[in-house]
């Protein structure tokens, strides 16, 4: 069925605007009929963050904003689901166009600046479905014009704790002017003091949600040092790495819409995203687990990534150009990979290539 889907949807989608494509995407997910998928394959399990996941593969934040389909999305077959951005107050973001495919290149670029409906419609929507079980993660902004952006993120803790599987503290999308700055040591170390004790306070009536922090690729590996000293002092519960880029590599044949502002998503991603998962999962030291994101295509991209360093790993942009039918194919060549290699889980495999990719030339961008 998700097959015929994708056969069907696809050269569709791409006939529209990117961004109405996308919209279009959520609302046929919110008319989606049950679906009986096959159990996973019970060597994909992972247990990460306290959490124990069916599959390692997650549905990345960015796509389903105001949390209206994670249901619909954990039917399909993805391990966990991450909703959000959301911020406190109901944003526009910046002025479309603000999405644009580079079909040639397997890419998008995006600044949508955080758009979404606001905390309280997005709690309203996890609440009704509290019940409902899967691992549901709330990825958490500040509004642009925010005095206080710190404040931003307590407060959404405080409002999510009680329906969210996990929290992700997002100081690293390049499309709120200044946001990416809470990424540099004192102002992160203050950010995440706050947020962690804000957590622990809430703890008693909403449960022990773990929180983890997403950072960009972009950063310089002595900001990385600071970044990941930080997380370990402040007892972080993992990372995401990482968010899109702001660099254009050379390769990019869509040259012309590689000029538009924005983070840059998709393959083109890859490499750097994967060097960064090694260098982040090495000063780590074992301190906590590690979220993959970044061009993961394909089944083999995705034990790359594993093999960099990440417990678990995220996908987007890739099921523009390969379909939902991608995570499947992931899915399967991962437990065909423990089968042929007689492990018994991916855990045995995560960060195996870790040194050896660090020690290599910086991927050219």
């Known amino acids: 069925m998700i097959r015929a889907f994708d056969n069907f949807s696809l050269p569709l989608l791409r006939w529209f605007d990117p961004e109405d494509a996308h919209r279009m995407a959520i609302q046929g997910l919110r008319l989606l009929p049950p679906l009986r998928l096959r159990r996973d394959d019970p060597k994909l399990a992972v247990r990460a963050f306290g959490l124990n996941f069916p599959n390692p593969i997650g549905m990345a934040a960015g796509f389903d904003k105001n949390a209206e389909v994670p249901d619909a999305l954990l039917r399909l077959g993805f391990g966990f689901v991450e909703v959000g951005s959301v911020t406190p107050k109901p944003q526009a973001g910046n002025p479309r166009p603000r999405m644009f495919r580079l079909d040639r290149d397997e ?50 803790i ?24 809470l990424q540099q040591a004192a102002a992160l170390d203050d950010l995440l003091a706050k947020v962690i004790d804000a957590r622990d306070q809430v703890r008693q009536n909403a449960g022990d949600t773990p929180v983890l922090l997403k950072i960009a690729p972009d950063l310089t590996l002595a900001e990385l040092d600071d970044v990941v000293h930080i ?33 840059l998503s998709g393959r083109p991603l890859f490499r750097l995203s994967t060097r960064m998962v ?18 993961i295509d394909s089944g083999g991209a995705a034990l790359t990534k594993v093999r960099a360093g990440a417990t678990l790993i995220q996908l987007y942009s890739s099921l523009v150009y390969k379909g939902l039918g991608l995570i499947d ?32 030339d910086w991927p050219v961008a």
């Open 107 to 156: 890419a998008v670029i995006n600044r949508m600046g955080f758009n979404n409906d606001g905390a309280e419609a997005a709690l309203r929507r996890l609440a009704a479905r509290a019940q409902s079980g899967g691992i549901v993660g709330v990825n958490v902004g500040a509004n642009r014009d925010s005095a206080d952006r710190t404040a931003d993120y307590v407060k959404l």
């Open 158 to 181: 405080e409002t999510f704790a009680p329906v969210a599987s996990y929290f992700t503290v997002n100081v690293s999308s390049p499309n709120t002017p200044g946001l990416r700055n």
């Open 231 to 263: 997380a370990r002092s402040r007892r972080v519960d993992g990372m995401i790495v990482g968010n899109t880029t702001l660099a254009r590599p050379r390769t990019l044949r869509d040259q012309t819409r590689a000029q538009e502002q924005g983070g």
């Open 278 to 295: 090694a260098e982040t999962y090495v000063r780590a030291e074992g301190a906590f687990p590690l979220i993959g994101v970044g061009g």
């Open 329 to 360: 194919d992931i899915k399967r060549d991962l437990a065909s990979t423990l089968l042929r290699t007689g492990r018994d889980s991916l855990s045995e495999i995560v960060g195996a290539d870790a040194a050896a990719i660090t020690a290599e």
